[in-house]
């Protein structure tokens, strides 16, 4: 198959390991043609650093006929807006989570790209990498018997340190923790136990606001408001008949994954949703614990696995597997939590997405051409 030529939008701290990738691992199916960000010194350093040929301006980039996907790596509250533009310029696009900051906006994008017959696709691909595929592999093939309930939780430490350069985004929706570490858990339960029918929960945040307190911060000593909610709780009800917890909270310190599925024969340990890899377990009825190689390539870093996994569908005409439908089942999740916490009431979902489908056996680390 020939390289699908690409463009980058927003060439922030995420850039650097989409772009060693996309120009490393799947370099055979995609080509990054150009990079663009509203500061140009951002985008001509990215440039150097990859060898990418094309410094452009966002407006210049989508004007370029040759580049075919946009990689939208802007700031959450622009995503929506980006990936219209990307559209209305006649490309298809690829953005990082949030997929929106509310479903009118990823209605609209999905049915201007359906209107255009061009492919949406929004991150997190972790569930592409081996540690959640070769749960799946396991959950199909009977290993835990039938999957009756799940158990997800991540914290986080707080950003009163100001450390990252854009700490002030990780206050407001859509950094806080549900709309940015959640679609990483929610999307591998998706993956492994199908759609959620409903969902209930609490948010809540300890302060108002945060002062900075790392002296090595440009921000240090000052009060910054926090405009979302950074502890949150909740219950997803699957069509499965599958119930999952979920905890996401961005309050204290350190980094604490854990993810787990219980099934009628067998319980899984699932590894870190926010990683390709990672060790998988599984406890039997008789107590045995038993550590289960992986089936799947992709163990070590893979983002941009979502894109070349495109590149393949845009050529072949089959469906991509982190598709904006899927996205926009995310953030109706994650949104219904936030309703269900204001009304206390369960928030019963209009969304619905496929299963995405499991990558097969076989699968050459360097190609998703299947």
């Excluded at 020939?2 to 060439?11: A, F, H, L, M, S």
């Excluded at 080509?31 to 440039?47: G, N, Q, T, Y």
């Excluded at 990859?50 to 410094?55: A, D, K, N």
């Excluded at 107590?287 to 992986?294: D, R, W």
């Amino acid at each position: 198959m020939r390289k699908v030529k690409v463009g980058v939008i927003g060439t922030g701290v995420i850039s650097s390991v989409y772009l060693k990738n996309l120009t490393s691992i799947f370099g055979n199916i995609v080509e990054v043609r150009a990079v663009a960000d509203l500061v140009p010194e951002l985008a001509r350093k990215r440039a150097e650093e990859f060898q990418i040929p094309g410094v452009y301006t966002p407006d210049e980039l989508l004007a370029d006929p040759e580049i075919e996907i946009v990689l939208n790596l802007t700031s959450p509250a622009a995503h929506a807006s980006v990936n219209l533009k990307a559209l209305h310029a006649g490309k298809h696009v690829y953005t990082e989570k949030p997929f929106a900051l509310n479903r009118q906006d990823a209605d609209e994008v999905l049915a201007l790209a359906e209107s255009k017959e061009l492919l949406v696709g929004c991150a997190p691909d972790t569930f592409l990498g081996a540690g959640i595929q070769t749960c799946i592999k396991l959950i199909d093939d009977g290993w835990i018997g039938t999957p009756y309930a799940a158990s997800a939780t991540i914290i986080m430490g707080s950003s009163s340190s100001g450390m990252h350069p854009n700490f002030r985004n990780f206050l407001k929706l859509g950094g806080d923790p549900m709309l940015d570490m959640g679609p990483y858990y929610v999307t591998a339960l998706i993956a492994l136990l199908g759609p959620v029918r409903r969902v209930s929960g609490s948010a809540s945040q300890l302060n108002q606001e945060i002062v900075i307190n790392n002296p090595q911060s440009p921000a240090f000593g000052q009060s910054v408001p926090v405009e979302a909610p950074t502890n949150v709780t909740a219950v997803l009800d699957f069509q499965s008949g599958a119930v999952a917890s979920f905890q996401a909270a961005k309050e204290s310190f350190g980094y604490f994954p854990r993810m787990e599925i219980y099934g009628t024969e067998g319980n899984f340990f699932v590894p870190d949703p926010n990683l390709f890899g990672g060790t998988i377990s599984i406890q039997f009825p008789n107590g045995q614990v038993k550590e289960i190689p992986h089936t799947h390539p992709f163990s070590e870093e893979g983002r941009g696995m979502g894109i070349a996994d495109m590149a393949y569908a845009i050529q072949s005409g089959r469906p991509h597997r982190a598709s904006g439908r899927l996205a926009r089942h995310v953030l109706d999740i994650s949104l219904g939590i936030f309703e269900a916490s204001k009304t206390e009431q369960h928030v019963k979902l209009d969304s619905t997405v496929e299963r995405p489908t499991p990558l097969p056996l076989g699968l050459k680390y360097n190609t998703l051409d299947l």
